[in-house]
């Protein structure tokens, strides 16, 4: 199977690492244009597949959307009728700060960029190096580093729950986009907590 990542730095680079590793051909894109993924290349070899924004998007069905939600802007609106987008970002400003979206989640923006795209929010609770270093295929699934999603679509996220599971984390379904958001989100229960799947599910039972 094949997947696209719009981003190459601290989380769409190490996904592509992740995902490589466990088969699958990725395409991945930066700002600065393929030439400047050579160095992927040279570590991931044929399995990665550095290209534009546009050919990216035609080369699969799963797109990992990972640059700084405060860049959004710089994508173009694109069509992608039943693509499924994962929505890595969060609202923060570039001094670290974070943006106050009131009753708004941070995918409405991602969605309006990806008209006709399933959102699945995913990988944004997550410190770059412990999704670099603490996946383990050998923990059963309750004992698992937790990554958490949300999605209005069951089939899409059922999708990106395996891909969570073939890299070694545990995925725990934290409902639709938009009430799964408020739990995944900066100020969420989950967000940037170093839990298995077992911790994740009491404290959302908890809250
Ligand atoms: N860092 C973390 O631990 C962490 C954890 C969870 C979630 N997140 C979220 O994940 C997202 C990415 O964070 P990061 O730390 O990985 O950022 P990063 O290391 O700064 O990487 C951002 C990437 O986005 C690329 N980019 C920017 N604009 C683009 C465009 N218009 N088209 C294509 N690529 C573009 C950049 O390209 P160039 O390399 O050419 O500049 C760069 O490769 C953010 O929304 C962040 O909130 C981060």
Redesign the pocket.
Known sequence: MKISI????????NLARLLVKAGYDIAL?????PA?LKSFVDELGTKLHPLN?EDAIAYSDIIIL????R?ID??PVINVPGKIIVD?????KADGSFYDLGNDISSSRVKEHFPGGNIVKA???????H?AESGNTNLPMDQRRVIPIAGDDSDAKAKISRLIEEIGFGPLDTGSLREGSKIQGIQGVLYNRQLTVKEAIALVKKT
Not at 6 to 13: P, Q, T, V, Y
Not at 88 to 92: A, E, G, M
């Open positions: 719009i981003g190459a730095g601290n989380i769409g680079g894109v930066n700002s600065r244009g400047s924004l990972s640059i700084h939600w860049t710089s994508l890595t970002t969060n609202p923060y990988f944004n609770t997550i410190w770059f190096k999704l």
